[in-house]
């Protein structure tokens, strides 16, 4: 029996990991192993890329178009302690693969980002590893060993209640779906860099940047500032 404090300890900590895997907040075993089949423009200017990889031991071809990044020419220094914290936003565009500061009106940082692997869906549910979409707040924000910042949104909000309930009534999930939760924006796991460039969404949920991104964009974030999430253009 003495071992038994030790062995209830250890089902405890199991518990809370496993209620956190799939919520946005996972590391991958792995890094993916990924190689770019082809690549070129097409008539837009977006580069189409055939991308081979390998997901939980299958080989995946999947095709990506990422568009033009619009990009500043330079981050001009700011001083975030002398801004109206009320003027700040933190747009996220789906469409476009990229977050923004913006503030009173103008676009003052951007940083190029990915989703979950379906970038053309909002979240349903817990488990669909897709981005919630809409008008969210910060919750809090921490460094993080895995992806060096992790700035928390209040997903599920009432919103997001309202259309899970609404889903349900129409069947478009199952009746004992739960919501998820631990959303949110972080840096990306070792050598995984590159699938930002290439636009492979990757995250179970949450929005991924660059690690010197994601440094940059914690100095704007605050809890109770504004996220925006715009879903793609249908």
């Known amino acids: 029996m003495k071992y038994l404090p030790i062995l209830l300890w250890c089902i405890f900590l ?4 496993g209620s956190l895997r799939g919520q946005g907040q996972q590391l991958p075993a792995d890094p993916p192993n ?11 200017g977006n580069t189409v890329r055939e991308i081979e990889f390998h997901e939980n031991g299958f080989k995946v071809i999947r095709t990506t178009i990422t568009p033009p990044f619009p990009s500043l020419k330079e981050r001009k220094p700011v001083n975030v302690d002398t801004m109206h914290k009320d003027s700040i936003l933190i747009y996220v565009d789906k469409s ?30 817990m488990g669909d590893r897709c981005t919630p979409e809409g008008w969210f707040k910060i919750v809090s924000k921490k460094d993080h060993a895995a992806w060096q ?16 309930e609404e889903r349900k009534s129409r069947k478009q999930i199952p009746s004992n779906a739960a919501i998820g939760h ?8 070792r ?36 996220v925006f999430i715009r879903a793609v253009d249908k």
């Open 34 to 44: 990924y190689k770019v089949l082809s690549e070129k423009k097409d008539k837009h």
């Open 182 to 189: 631990s959303v949110g924006i972080h840096g990306v796991f």
């Open 96 to 125: 476009q693969y990229y977050v923004a500061v913006i503030y009173r009106r103008q676009r003052i940082r951007q940083y190029r980002a990915v989703f979950g692997p379906d970038r053309t869906k909002d979240k349903m549910m």
């Open 191 to 226: 050598g995984g860099e590159n699938m930002l460039d290439m636009g492979i969404g990757w995250t179970d949920g949450c929005v991924a940047l660059k690690p010197e991104d994601i440094i940059d964009l914690y100095r704007f974030c605050f809890p109770g500032g504004r």
């Open 149 to 164: 910042k992790f700035i928390l949104i209040d997903y599920p909000n009432q919103e997001s209640y309202k259309k899970f």
């Open 14 to 17: 199991c518990c809370i990991a």
